[in-house]
C-alpha cells in the first residue's frame, strides 16, 4: 500500500490501515520522544498522544509533505509541550515549598541511560543527556533528530520548516553550549 | 588537566555514535487501542447524558424564559407612558425632599 492509499484510509478510520501506520512509524515516534524527555514512561504516553493525535486529525493533512514529516512535527510538538508543563510544575513545587512547613527534600529522577547506548559509553552518556536537557528548544530539537534519530540536514528543516544552513548553526550552537555545560559537569 | 578534560568531552559528545534505536514494550498497539477506547467511553458517557430529551427541553426553556425576561425588560424602559410616570414620581420625590427645606427658608419670621 502507497503513502496516499493509507492516508485515504486513514481518513475513513480504517483500523487495518490504523494498526499498519503505528506498526511502521512507532519505533520512529517512541525514540524520538525519549531522546526529548529522557523516560521510558513519558515516552510512551507521549508516543501514545501522537497517535492518537494522527487518527483525529487526519482531515488536515493536506499531502503537502511527507506523512513521516507530518508525524515527526507532532511528536517535536508534543514532546516540547510536556517538557514545558513539567518544568512549570517543578516551578510551582518550589514555591509551594517555600511556602509549607514540609521539609522533604525534592527527589531528583534516576540518572537516564539511552537503551540504545553501547555498554561501553553507558556511564559517560548520562552527563551527556543531562546537558541536552539544558539545551534550549530548537537546540534540542535538531540535536536529538540529527543524533538521535539520524536525520538529516535536509530532513530536519523539513520537519522544523526552516532552512539547511538555519539547521546548521542550531547544531553548531549547540555543540558549543554542550561543550560548556559538560565541562561544568566534569570540573 | 585541560588536555584530559576536553578529552572526556569528546568522549561524552561521541557517546552518541552507534546508538541504537530504542523501541516500545511490546503490544504497544494494544495498549494504544485501549486508551482509545476508555477516552471514547468517557466522551460518549458525557455527551449520552447532555443529549438526554429532559435535558434537552430544559436547557432550551432556559434559553427563552431569559429571552423573555430580556424583552419585557427592555420594552417596559422603551415605554413612554412607563417613562413619563417615572419621570413625574422622581420629580415628586425631589419636591417632597425640597419643599419643607424652601418653607423653611423663606417662612416669614
Known sequence: MNESELVALLKLKDRQAFKEMVETWQDMVYNTSIGFLQNEE?????????????????????????????????????????????????????????????????????????????????????????????????????????????????????????????????????????????????? | MDQHLNKKIDEALQSLDGIAKATPRPFFFTRLEARMQREKSKWEVISSFVLRPAIVFAGICFILVINVAVILTSSSLNNPALQQNNEISAADEYNSVSAPLYEYVNATP
Request: charged share 30%; proline share 3%.
Open chain 1, 42 to 187: 513519558d515516552a510512551e504516553d507521549i508516543s501514545q498522544e501522537v497517535f492518537i493525535k494522527v487518527y483525529q486529525s487526519i482531515y488536515s493533512f493536506k499531502g503537502q509533505s511527507k506523512l513521516s514529516t507530518w508525524i515527526y512535527r507532532i511528536t517535536v510538538s508534543k514532546c516540547l509541550d510536556h517538557l514545558r508543563k513539567k518544568k512549570r510544575k517543578k516551578r510551582f513545587a518550589f514555591i509551594q515549598g517555600l511556602y509549607s512547613n514540609d521539609n522533604n527534600l525534592a527527589i531528583e529522577p534516576p540518572d537516564f541511560v539511552h537503551p540504545g547506548i553501547k555498554t561501553e559509553n553507558k556511564e559517560i552518556s548520562i552527563a551527556l543527556f543531562k546537558a541536552i536537557d539544558k539545551l534550549p528548544p530548537n537546540q534540542k530539537t535538531a540535536f536529538v533528530l540529527n543524533k538521535i534519530e539520524e536525520l538529516s540536514y535536509h530532513e530536519i528543516s523539513e520537519v522544523m520548516d526552516s532552512s539547511e544552513s538555519a539547521v546548521d548553526s542550531l547544531l553548531q550552537r549547540a555543540k558549543k553550549n554542550l561543550q560548556v555545560l559538560l565541562k561544568d559537569a566534569f570540573i
